[in-house]
T-cell receptor
């Protein structure tokens, strides 16, 4: 158990809808990362937060947004969903944002858009 | 981000050592070498990381070449549970804009034969 909790585990929704994925980092970790994993793209970095502030952005679509709250949990919002957004979404956390800090991943949220 | 090169797949037998290679010829002096693995239907799992010296932990050993242009992850006695995709990733301590993205490549798919 990595200590990172993601909810829900599974989500099925229709095109055009909006969903929110939630992540609780390990106790004491200040940094949160979001990744998308689809069959044909592998693990893609979306965005990173550190102590509530955005630190790095990857190839995150404009329809997607995220935030990290004062209690350090994070939410990833996906709107105007398309079939191609179907994927596993992973959250990870680390103590800080330094290169010497390992990331600890949750078990993901599987999103299916129909 | 500096790139890594890994074999697409490797096969080994249960209870034998496994050496997973990674080439990173453009590594910079401030790049940490990280290894993660992803078991089927799970999130990535941190294995080990290092900067210059060889590292050991309960999961594996990391051998880093003297010129740092390559490294090897060593699983001392493989079990069936070690079958996974193994990712070798470089993380720059000073990436310029504080962007610690942890970019995943395609990794090495390790198969363990009973």
């Amino acid at each position: 158990d990595s200590g990172v909790t993601q909810t829900p585990k599974h989500l099925i929704t229709a095109t055009g809808q909006r969903v929110t994925l939630r992540c609780s980092p390990r106790s004491g970790d200040l940094s949160v990362y979001w990744y998308q994993q689809s069959l044909d793209q592998g693990l893609q970095f979306l965005i990173q937060y550190y102590n509530g502030e955005e630190r790095a952005k990857g190839n995150i679509l404009e329809r997607f947004s995220a935030q990290q709250f004062p209690d350090l949990h994070s939410e990833l919002n996906l709107s105007s969903l398309e079939l191609g957004d179907s994927a596993l979404y992973f959250c990870a956390s680390s103590v800080d944002w330094g290169a010497n800090s390992p990331l600890h991943f949750g078990n993901g949220t599987r999103l299916t858009v129909t | 981000d500096a790139k890594t090169t890994q074999p697409n797949s490797m096969e080994s037998n249960e209870e034998e050592p496994v050496h997973l290679p990674c080439n990173h010829s453009t590594i910079s002096g401030t790049d940490y070498i990280h290894w993660y693995r992803q078991l089927p239907s799970q999130g990535p799992e941190y294995v080990i990381h290092g900067l210059t010296s060889n590292v050991n932990n309960r999961m594996a050993s990391l051998a880093i070449a003297e010129d740092r242009k390559s490294s090897t992850l060593i699983l001392h006695r493989a079990t069936l549970r070690d079958a996974a995709v193994y990712y070798c990733i470089l993380r720059d301590e000073f990436p310029g804009q504080g962007a610690q993205k942890l970019v995943f490549g395609q990794g090495t798919r390790l198969t363990i034969n009973p």
